[in-house]
């Protein structure tokens, strides 16, 4: 073997026993934390927060975002939600479809990459409850509705990297994941009284993660049936999600996403079922995406996180999001989204681009308590202001579940 033959072999030997050695440090981390379960019942909310966060933005950041979305989609399988929806007519036009998909996406991100004491989070949670208010108020959004839909966002994460990711989430990571989302119920004020352990509260973060499982199961196999509004508001979300791929693409893409629902769900929205065909180039493209990241990736540094938004306000203000779906909502006009790879892609795909159509989608920016649909923008801060208060009053950072 030449000299340069033996070189390039030795850099490949030490890069794989580095990838080996590092890749999966996070998880190891955490894990040394906790490495009991009668640890996990110590777990602070400050470390769930930096547990979940390091799995959105470096861990699994394809999969965490997606599992989301997936969530927010499920919920439309159940009538009582899809049938509100509907009648809020904010469906009738792809504009106004997705604006309400970005809008729905700041928020989340705005309280979930941000800490629970950080403002942006308690401004978050400040708007959401105040758009959600009117609607619980009129009776027109249950308890069971929103509880199964918190559910959901706990769930589809740890569902949806088991099923496509690398590695499954950890049980320290799930119990993290419980920890911060029993957090955030009670911040919008969610009653968990149909969990079995309300009463005698949780032995810790897994013990809830596995209790909501349970019940979320069970609702979902009492209110999730066919319902046409089920299938309009499905066929309009997966509109709005393909809106950039080039029209030749649509069939197939739509067929991979009818792949990647559960059969009740499938029912529920009556979407046809895939064929086995699809099915298992489904599971060609995810099963070699896992290989290739589990054994030849070095794990994504921090400094390279996935960003969904501006650290920081610019001097307006405003922030900015620096991803977008369909249309571009938000994000700031610049020299890479008007004439980089992604724009030229885009425009070939004949989709909207940063500074398209004036200021149509917003390149200003937004502020969190203009986010919302037009009739509301501006108004409830008399209303944000007492959840403020209310949320800074009481951010119990520490551990919710000491006393066991």
């Given at each position: 073997?030449?000299m ?14 580095l ?9 190891d981390a ?37 599992s ?11 009538p ?36 629970p ?14 758009l ?51 957090w ?28 909501f ?18 299938e ?25 996403v ?52 501006t ?82 009053a ?11």
């Amino acid at each position: 073997m030449s000299m340069a033959g033996s070189y390039l072999l030795l850099c490949l030997l030490f890069y794989f026993i580095l990838q080996r050695r590092l890749r999966h440090r996070r998880r190891d981390a955490a894990v040394k934390r906790c490495p009991t379960r009668e640890s996990y019942a110590s777990m602070t909310l400050d470390e769930a927060f930096h547990i979940q966060s390091k799995l959105a933005e470096v861990e699994f950041p394809t999969v965490f975002p997606c599992s989301i979305f997936s969530a927010l989609f499920k919920t439309y399988g159940i009538p009582s939600i899809s049938e509100l929806l509907v009648a809020t007519g904010q469906l009738a036009r792809d504009d106004t479809a997705s604006k309400r998909a970005a809008d729905t996406g700041v928020i989340l991100t705005e309280v979930v990459l941000h800490h629970p004491s950080n403002p942006r989070a308690i401004d978050g949670i400040a708007r959401m409850n105040y758009l959600h208010k009117r609607y619980r108020k009129a009776g027109k959004i249950s308890d069971h509705g929103m509880l199964y839909t918190l559910s959901l966002l706990v769930l589809e994460p740890i569902r949806w990297t088991t099923h496509y990711e690398w590695r499954e989430v950890s049980e320290v990571e799930r119990c993290a994941m419980g920890v911060y989302w029993q957090w955030m119920g009670e911040a919008m004020e969610i009653s968990f009284k149909a969990l079995p352990s309300f009463e005698d509260d949780w032995r810790d973060g897994l013990h809830f993660s596995d209790e909501f499982e349970a019940w979320s199961r069970g609702y979902e196999s009492a209110h999730m049936v066919p319902a046409e509004s089920n299938e309009t508001v499905a066929n309009g979300t997966i509109k709005i999600a393909l809106t950039n791929l080039p029209r030749s693409l649509y069939s197939l893409a739509h067929a991979f996403v009818a792949a990647l629902l559960e059969p009740r769900l499938q029912e529920a929205m009556r979407i046809a079922e895939p064929t086995s065909l699809t099915v298992f180039m489904l599971n060609l493209v995810v099963q070699g995406r896992k290989m290739i990241i589990r054994h030849l990736f070095l794990p994504r540094p921090q400094i390279l996180r996935k960003r969904r938004f501006t650290d920081e306000p610019d001097a307006a203000g405003r922030i900015h999001s620096v991803q977008f779906v369909a249309h571009p909502w938000y994000v700031k006009p610049s020299f890479s989204w008007r004439y980089g790879i992604k724009a030229l892609l885009l425009r070939l795909a004949g989709g909207k681009l940063p500074g398209d159509d004036g200021d149509n989608y917003r390149p200003e920016g937004y502020k969190i308590p203009e986010i919302g649909p037009e009739t509301l923008k501006g108004k409830g801060s008399v209303e944000m202001e007492g959840e403020r208060a209310r949320l800074s009053a009481n951010p119990r950072l520490g551990c919710p579940f000491s006393r066991w």
